[in-house]
């Protein structure tokens, strides 16, 4: 028994890790210590009748077991891959141009997403299942002013460009129809296949 049962702890980074320092600082990846518990947080993609973002958080980095035996035994494959050499990120200008990072993160994500439809619609035509590529961004996704294209308090520890999870990008819910679609299935977030938003 704990003799000072109010006693509080605080559980190091390396062991808990929070949902912004692992899936998108991926501190595990620089100290080389895979965390015994990762927290969600909020994810982008995320909907009343299903958490999509955070479940594809999980999958992302092999942490959500597959949803069902035949969605993976019975499928065929089309692997998207994104052979261009990455840029490096635009220099920090202050305020002789606070929006450079910015611009270069649009530009390419735009060219991703659009890399993104042709596959998909490739795919969708050769009846395959679409494994993603590795998603990079070059400003983190926030819901508040950015620094230096990192939220303010990762300002020094963020690599650019880095790593990012599918809700940086696209929003993974619409991979799953609209949400009374989504409500008149038999298994919460479960689609089968998606389909898109029909």
Request: net charge positive.
């Given at each position: 028994?704990n003799?000072?049962?109010?006693q ?5 980074t ?6 912004h ?9 620089s100290?080389g210590?895979w ?8 994810q ?5 009748d299903?958490?999509f973002g955070?479940?594809?958080?999980f999958?992302?980095?092999?942490m959500?077991?597959?949803d ?10 089309l ?5 261009a050499?990455?840029d490096?990120?635009e220099?920090?200008?202050g305020?002789?141009d606070?929006?450079a990072?910015g611009?270069?993160?649009?530009r390419?994500l735009?060219r ?6 042709h ?10 299942t ?5 998603f ?5 996704k926030f ?6 294209c ?13 790593v990012?999870?599918l ?5 993974p819910a619409f991979f ?8 008149a ?12 938003v029909?």
């Amino acid at each position: 028994p704990n003799p000072n049962p109010n006693q509080v702890g605080i559980f190091p980074t390396t062991e808990i890790s929070g949902g912004h320092t692992f899936f998108v600082q991926n501190y595990h990846t620089s100290t080389g210590r895979w965390p015994t518990a990762v927290h969600a947080t909020y994810q982008f993609g995320d909907m009343p009748d299903y958490p999509f973002g955070k479940r594809q958080r999980f999958r992302d980095w092999g942490m959500w077991l597959a949803d069902g035996e035949e969605l993976v035994t019975s499928s065929r494959y089309l692997v998207l891959e994104d052979d261009a050499p990455l840029d490096a990120r635009e220099p920090w200008r202050g305020v002789t141009d606070l929006h450079a990072r910015g611009r270069q993160h649009v530009r390419h994500l735009e060219r991703l997403r659009q890399r993104l439809a042709h596959g998909f619609a490739l795919a969708r035509v050769l009846n395959r299942t679409v494994v993603l590529p590795t998603f990079w961004c070059y400003c983190d996704k926030f819901w508040h002013r950015l620094d230096k294209c990192a939220i303010p308090s990762a300002t020094t520890s963020q690599q650019l460009p880095f790593v990012c999870p599918l809700d940086h990008v696209i929003d993974p819910a619409f991979f799953h129809g609209t949400q009374k679609t989504r409500l008149a299935r038999a298994r919460p977030g479960g689609a089968g296949r998606a389909r898109g938003v029909v």
